[in-house]
């Protein structure tokens, strides 16, 4: 891809599943500039160390300010004070999505902190093994996979076509299912 599809990138929690995701987007340019947050300071450090990010932190303030994509990978109980923390400083425009294992909690859990103007895009790649951590992911870890997309009604159609592009792109032969 010569042009990005996204500026900025913001994985929010950098363990095996963003961590992968960060790989791939690398791997395929599809973001000028990948970026973590998590609450842990280890990771941050490992995910730059091993260089799958530009930048990473604990602080969303900086992180999230240029923003076009945040893919929260956080456990799903921890979403509403995920959105609490991020919510304030998500520019319009933005796209938020996830990648939890059930969808209702995470609406429930974090759609009400997005401001006006952020788009929503809950997702769930049916991915996974059984290691943690940013050391874990590889970028091929999604290939013949399914990623389910699953947007409210009244979900802007471009941020679902650049969520559905980021996993068509990312993955040869996706199996990206829309619900």
Not at 23 to 37: D, E, N, P, Q
Not at 97 to 102: E, H, I, L, R
Not at 157 to 175: E, G, H, N, Y
Request: aromatic letters at 4%; charged letters at 15%.
């Amino acid at each position: 891809m010569s042009t990005p599809l996204f500026g900025t990138i913001c994985l929010v929690g950098i363990g095996l599943i963003n961590s992968s995701i960060a790989r791939a987007v690398r791997l395929h340019g599809l973001a000028a500039r990948i970026v973590a947050l998590d609450s842990s300071e280890q990771a941050c450090e490992t995910a730059l160390t091993l260089g799958i990010v530009d930048a990473a932190g604990t602080d969303p303030a900086g992180l999230l300010a240029e923003a076009d994509l945040i893919v929260v990978g956080t456990p799903v109980g921890a979403m509403a004070a995920v959105g609490q923390a991020i919510g304030p400083h998500l520019k319009a425009g933005a796209i938020v999505s996830d990648v939890g294992s059930v969808k209702m909690a995470v609406v429930r859990d974090l759609l009400p902190h997005l401001p006006e103007g952020v788009h929503f895009v809950p997702g769930h790649p049916i991915a996974g093994t059984e290691h943690s951590g940013p050391e874990a992911g590889f970028a091929e870890l999604f290939q013949g996979r399914w990623c389910i997309l699953t947007p409210l009604p009244g979900t802007d159609q471009d941020a679902i076509d650049k969520v559905t592009q980021l996993w068509a792109a990312s993955w040869p032969s996706p199996r990206t299912c829309r619900i």
